[in-house]
């Protein structure tokens, strides 16, 4: 199976939720909805072709300080002493 086939599956029966569709094994990473085994270097061109390789959308320190803060003070309008 080639990797475009292989995209298309992804895309139109699993919603392009291809983290979810592989298995590592020592011969290479196994793709579930067929049994083909692939090649690491197959298996990174699917990563990329879904943006796994892509820019990072982990929060920085000042973010997640930021989310702390305001959950905190949503929870005290709540009636909830300091947040817990």
């Known amino acids: 199976m080639t990797l475009d086939q292989l995209d298309e599956i ?17 011969n290479g990473y196994v793709f579930l909805p067929t049994g083909d085994i ?3 270097r197959a298996y990174h061109e ?7 390789d892509g820019p990072s959308s982990a929060l920085t320190p000042e973010q997640r300080q930021r989310n ?16 817990r």
């Open 46 to 52: 699917i990563r990329r072709r879904f943006g796994a």
């Open 10 to 26: 992804i895309r139109s029966d699993h919603g392009g939720a291809w983290w979810a569709l592989f298995h590592e094994t020592t």
């Open 38 to 40: 692939l090649t690491p």
């Open 68 to 83: 702390k803060v305001q959950a905190i003070a949503d929870r005290a309008d709540e009636g909830h002493r300091y947040g």
